[in-house]
Each structure stands twice: as structure tokens, then as C-alpha cells.
């Protein structure tokens, strides 16, 4: 019987939230350490476990793994979340790192000063509206699959389901232009695995709050 992965992180989203999603929609149990001081944290790197000292940390089959890209991609790879070919592959990287632009506001968004939050969301509303879900409703209506890639779900397709979720929290009515990824985010919150996780008491996150923004700037400060 094989350990089960364990992150070590903050008791929050951040980016160790993409890597929650992924292996939940898996169906695959983690163990959490959470890192609450300074002093943690850099008994980690002092140990060699932070490869380039940064969080997540991610230990999984005998290897210590940093950089949230890699580690997704070796998860991805390892439960068949990552396309059948080359091709489908290459898809999946490429929406993922659109996904990713995305996501980067959004994890941006709670360590912004308050007279700015108001034109981050706007902003946040703007990208998700205009640049990154025409892509995705495209995408999905050209191909006339539940999908984005190969009629089965993919990383593509829980990071999307992430995005979403974590946009409509600020902008409830995002989706409202968006009928394909409407119907998309039905059948992705009917999946076992992602339906199990989007249920109260599951190891999925809140939104961030002021404590969480507290801990981080605690921890990382220089």
C-alpha cells in the first residue's frame, strides 16, 4: 500500500489549492502539514526539502516535489489526466497556462489594498469575460463534446472548473453570456470525484480572509 502524498502548505488556497483540486478530482486521499511561523518555513529550506525555497511542497512517491507547474503535470501524468497522445498533451498545457494567467489575478486579489479591490474585480471580470472563457465556450461548442480535450476530463478541465468557481465568487453573473460553460460546469460538478470534493468538509479551501493574508505576509516576509 503506497503513502498517501502530503502537502505542506498554509491552511489556505494560494497555489496549492490547483494541486487540492487535481488530486481530489483523482480520487486520491493527501495529508496536509500546514505552516503556520517563519520558523517552519525556514526549517524547510535549512533542511533541503525547498528545492528553490518555495512552497507548495508536495512528497509523493518518494520524491520532495516544488514548482506547482511540475507538480501537477507528474499527478496529471501519473492518474491519466493528461491526454492520450502527444497532441492532446500539448491541448491541455496550452489551456492550462491560459487558465493559469487567470488564476493568477485571482490569487492576487486578497493581498490588494482595499481602495483597489473594487478595480481588481472589474479587472478580474474584464480578463475572465473578454480574454479566457470565449476561449473555452468556443472550445466547446466547435467540438460538441462535454470536455475540452479527447470527451474525457482532463487537468484542462478541473483547473478550468477552479477558475470558475473562484471568478464567480467575485462575479456572480460571470457565466451568464457563457451557455456552454454553463452546462459545462454542471456536468463537471456531477463528476463523483469533484462533486465529493465540492461538499462541506472536504479538504477544498474557503475564500482567502484576512487571517490567511496575515499568516502569508508572516511567513514570508524577508
Known amino acids: 500500500m503506497s503513502q498517501k502524498p502530503r502537502l505542506t502548505y498554509l491552511n489556505g488556497r494560494g497555489r496549492m489549492e490547483s494541486i487540492r483540486w487535481l488530486l481530489a478530482a483523482a480520487g486520491v486521499e493527501f495529508e496536509e502539514v500546514y505552516l503556520e511561523t517563519k520558523e517552519q518555513y525556514d526549517k524547510l529550506i535549512k533542511d533541503g526539502f525547498l528545492l528553490f525555497q518555495q512552497v507548495p511542497l508536495v512528497e509523493i512517491d518518494g ?3 516544488v514548482q506547482t ?3 501537477m503535470s507528474y499527478i496529471a501524468g ?6 492520450k497522445d502527444l497532441k492532446e498533451r500539448a491541448l491541455i498545457d496550452m489551456y492550462v497556462e491560459g487558465i493559469t494567467d487567470l488564476m493568477q489575478m485571482i490569487l492576487m486579489f486578497p493581498f490588494s489594498p482595499p481602495d483597489a479591490k473594487e478595480k481588481n474585480i472589474e479587472s478580474i471580470k474584464e480578463r475572465a469575460t473578454n480574454r479566457y ?3 473555452f465556450e468556443k472550445v466547446l461548442k466547435q467540438h460538441g463534446q462535454d470536455f475540452l480535450v479527447g470527451n474525457k476530463f482532463s487537468w484542462a478541465d478541473v483547473q478550468l472548473m477552479e477558475a470558475i468557481l473562484a471568478v464567480e465568487e467575485k462575479v456572480p453573473a460571470v457565466l451568464s453570456g457563457f451557455p456552454q460553460l454553463q452546462m459545462f460546469k454542471t ?3 456531477n463528476v463523483p470525484t469533484i462533486k465529493k470534493f465540492l461538499q462541506p468538509g472536504s479538504p477544498r479551501k474557503p475564500p482567502p480572509d484576512a487571517h490567511y493574508v496575515e499568516t502569508v505576509l ?3 516576509k524577508k
Not at 78 to 83: E, I, P
Open 218 to 220: 508572516k511567513i514570508f
Open 78 to 83: 501519473k492518474y491519466n489526466l493528461h491526454g
Open 69 to 71: 507547474r511540475a507538480i
Open 63 to 65: 520524491m520532495k516535489m
Open 133 to 135: 472563457f470565449p476561449v
Open 187 to 189: 456536468k463537471m460538478s
